[in-house]
């Protein structure tokens, strides 16, 4: 990775002028965080959400933030819903940016149901009224050293009784599912969605198809297979997609390597075929455009994201636009 890649000035080299302006949108998929020199915090937040798309409200996704230091292990992860609310709290005050609407935590699914139960009721509570759902994900890396962001789930996740149970009481409880994995899992993950046909299931990054080593020079091979996945699993109606994700160093497209970032035009020429096979096969009712910040930021700035996607969403009519950026979101998420 360019040393550089990520960094402000890094980020700066490329400027567009944003597209439909006035768009009204949902960012579905955002974390925050503090990490050794990397924050990412509601001021980083709001500075890229205010650079000139319309974001009106996004949605938090776990990524092991601010989880207690002390206390029953499972519980730990109620630190970083706290954390979110806070924060929040904070952004619901100033209505000329984005809030954040919808919290999406951790939780160990395998637990008992009467641990489970607590745990879920505590993050509801910590959660102020915006908790939404759970994301346990499914990622197992199996060749963690060539990935920037290496999944450490156990092999045979999407298989445990005990994690289907849990996702089964999310169901019950009226609360999501999210999860995200690498492209090999996908058979596995359509096997655990039809084990838990009453549960909302949103799969992150399209399924992460990898370009890091050894695969990358699999890309055809894999979107081929990618393809008939996708197919399949839309079969499953209980499953809701998430379109971003895609520029993490580890899909292979290389921009977090070049000297500056990608461009609207390279980013919607190198992914837009996965974007339009997705909305084929799930239609606009069940996809949603995600930033995944300040992940993706490795590869290119919030602006010209924003502007990529608006440039594959132009092939569809107002209605489906709509449904892309911000009707999806809100239905999954309870946001209106």
Not at 36 to 41: P, Q, S, V
Not at 145 to 152: D, R, Y
């Amino acid at each position: 990775m360019h040393p550089d890649a990520g960094t402000a000035s890094w980020l700066a080299q490329v400027q567009e002028p944003i597209l439909d302006p006035d768009r009204r949108i949902i960012d579905p998929h955002h974390h925050l965080w503090r990490r050794a020199g990397r924050d990412y915090l509601l001021a980083d937040l709001w500075q890229d959400t205010s650079s000139g798309h319309n974001i009106v409200k996004t949605v938090f996704v776990e990524c092991h933030a601010e989880y207690r230091t002390s206390g029953p292990i499972h519980e730990r992860p109620l630190g970083e819903t706290a954390f979110v609310a806070e924060a929040a709290e904070k952004s619901a005050q100033d209505i000329r940016q984005a809030s954040i609407a919808g919290i999406v935590g951790r939780a160990d699914l395998r637990l008992d149901n009467a641990d489970l139960k607590t745990l879920l009721a505590q993050h509801q509570r910590i959660g102020q009224g915006l908790f939404r759902g759970i994301r346990h994900a499914g990622a197992h890396a199996l060749h963690p050293e060539h990935l920037t962001i290496a999944g450490n789930a156990p092999a045979d996740l999407y298989f445990d009784p005990d994690y289907r149970r849990g996702i089964q009481l999310l169901g019950e409880l009226d609360l999501t599912f999210d999860t995200w994995h690498y492209h090999y899992q996908n058979r596995a993950f359509i096997e655990l969605a039809k084990s838990c046909p009453d549960t909302l299931m949103i799969l992150d990054h399209f399924g992460t198809p990898l370009g890091a080593p050894p695969f990358q020079d699999q890309r055809e091979q894999i979107f081929t297979v990618w393809q008939r996945d996708m197919e399949e699993l839309a079969n499953c109606p209980n499953v809701f997609v998430k379109l971003g994700g895609l520029a993490m160093p580890d899909n292979g497209f290389g921009w977090s390597d070049r000297d500056k970032p990608a461009s609207s035009d390279e980013f919607a020429a190198a992914q837009s075929r996965y974007y339009h096979h997705m909305i084929a096969c799930f239609g606009s009712e069940r996809c949603m455009f995600e930033s995944n910040f300040p992940v993706d930021k490795w590869s290119i700035n919030y602006p010209c994201l924003y502007n990529g996607f608006k440039k594959i969403a132009s092939d569809y009519c107002e209605a489906d636009q709509d449904l892309l950026f911000y009707g999806t979101a809100a239905r999954v998420y309870r946001l209106d």
